[in-house]
């Protein structure tokens, strides 16, 4: 949900052909399997466009190509930096993806910003991510845009990366 909802704002910020956003998950479980039909209806419901995508596992590659890594849960965040091997640089670029959003508290444990997961629940878990994922992307968007334009100011033509699932 969050990989179409912040391309979507990329877009209408003009960054869609200079940002890529890749959505992963930290395990394999749903490796191959197609964006949950649930989530499809609540997408479609607010007006984005769902891509057909099959949903695939991060690896220690995608983190280190990434300038910006999206955690859902504070488990993903761990599971992110463990499989990053816990280096340095990387532990800087996963950052909570409610940490983007303007009323999400601040200076909290990370588990205090997790979305909320709503795979074990109904349509309306659905509709609260997405509540959650659309309250944070315009902050992503924000934060993208500042690291570009500081790294055209450096010399750099930089990239920036997205959320794993």
Do not use: C, K
């Amino acid at each position: 949900m969050a990989e179409v909802v912040l391309r979507d704002r990329f877009e209408r910020a003009g960054l869609g052909d200079v940002v890529v956003v890749d959505s992963t998950g930290v395990s394999g479980e749903e490796d191959g399997n197609p964006i949950d039909h649930r989530a499809q209806v609540v997408l479609r419901a607010a007006g984005y466009d769902v891509p057909r995508r099959r949903a695939r596992q991060v690896t220690a590659v995608d983190l280190a190509s990434h300038d910006l890594v999206l955690a859902m849960t504070a488990s993903h965040a761990r599971a992110l930096r463990r499989i990053g091997h816990d280096e340095p640089a990387l532990a800087e670029r996963v950052r909570m993806y409610r940490s983007f959003d303007p009323a999400a508290p601040t200076g909290v444990p990370e588990h205090e910003l997790d979305v909320d997961d709503p795979w074990y629940g109904d349509q309306v878990g659905f509709e609260t991510t997405l509540a959650e994922v659309e309250a944070a992307a315009d902050g992503v968007v924000e934060h993208v845009r500042r690291a570009l334009r500081a790294a055209q100011e450096g010399g750099s033509t930089g990239r920036a990366g997205g959320p794993p699932d």
